[in-house]
């Protein structure tokens, strides 16, 4: 069972695609628990599985093994009505706001629509909680009528928050929700999402390339690396005391502001591994400077460094 604070809890999670006879492992054993009211943010390269995981948690694609809990019941199989139910609860905001949108609804009918499909509520009812969405996430009014083309994308991706919270949901999957968007507008709508999480207790799974982004949002983090979790702290620990070699690489590439306090960058060399049938061993093994010979025969098992900052690395496992 799941302990009263967490909100999710996922074990052993799979995602394999069949791949002209192989299995492309997308997802491989990924285990984690999220806090509920707290933001988990999840980084990696792309590729590395982040995406396919938040969609497998919603069942927006089905996993091939493992367990999802919500709110201590077991998900991981449930039929359409079930289906139906967790819809209300567990919500995603998508990367892209103008291909998530039906160009051609309005703004008022595209926030009305999960609530004409999941409610009963009347017109009247519906267009006056459109209203209290549209006030939420800092629409003007007027755009009721508007259509996605006629709006910059910060506008549109207000929209996809809206319908994200017009069912009330206690779960959010974040899916790369502002790298589509100008800097300027990055930051409003990271804030509106902070706001949103502190007035309604959501909780997020956050997905992202920007570990910038991520430093500010998130409470914890997890590292992915070609389906694999990697590394797994508290947001500042990870940032002050980064253990895995990849984690340690990608930090080194974020630019700091000053000229006379760069950091060393650390250029990953070497080929990718395959996730297309994976062999023994770590993922990384051929692009890491301190590979040993067992990393290329065994999988790393992730351990426990600290109370809240876990990793799967040959280097901590002796």
Not at 148 to 159: K, N, T, V
Not at 181 to 189: E, W
Not at 215 to 228: A, C, E, P, T, W
Request: glycine share 6%.
């Amino acid at each position: 069972m799941v302990s009263n604070n967490n909100i999710l809890e996922v074990r052993n999670l799979k995602k394999y695609f069949n791949v002209k006879g192989s299995k492309l492992h997308a997802v491989d054993d990924v285990s984690f628990e999220l806090q509920e009211g707290s933001t988990l943010g999840v980084v990696g390269e792309s590729g590395c599985g982040k995406t396919t995981l938040g969609r497998v948690i919603l069942h927006l694609l089905e996993k091939t093994d493992g367990e999802v809990m919500f709110e201590g019941k077991n998900i991981s199989q449930v039929n359409k009505d079930q289906l139906r139910e967790l819809r209300k609860k567990m919500q995603i905001i998508f990367q892209d706001p103008f291909s998530s949108l039906n160009p051609r609804m309005t703004v008022g009918e595209a926030i009305a629509e999960p609530l004409r499909i999941n409610t009963k509520m009347n017109k009247k009812s519906v267009e006056a909680k459109v209203a209290g969405l549209m006030e939420t996430v800092g629409l003007a009014e007027r755009l009721v009528n508007a259509y996605p083309h006629e709006l910059d994308g910060g506008r549109r991706q207000r929209i996809g928050i809206a319908r994200a919270l017009a069912l009330n949901p206690k779960f959010i999957v974040c899916d790369e929700p502002v790298s589509a968007l100008d800097v300027s507008i990055r930051a409003q709508i990271l804030n509106l999402m902070q706001d949103l999480q502190n007035e309604r207790h959501l909780s997020y799974l956050f997905i992202t390339h920007d570990l910038s982004v991520v430093r500010y949002f998130s409470d914890q983090i997890m590292v992915m690396y070609l389906g694999k979790k990697v590394e797994f702290a508290e947001c500042e620990d990870l940032f002050t005391e980064p253990l895995h070699p990849y984690t340690q690489a990608l930090l080194s590439a974020i630019p700091i502001p000053d000229i006379h306090n760069q950091r060393e960058r650390e250029i990953l060399k070497g080929e990718l591994s395959s996730p297309i049938d994976p062999k023994p061993g770590c993922r990384f093994f051929p692009r890491c400077k301190y590979a040993m010979e067992i990393c290329s025969v065994k999988d790393p098992i992730t351990r426990t460094i600290s109370e809240k900052h876990a990793v799967a690395c040959h280097l901590y496992n002796n």
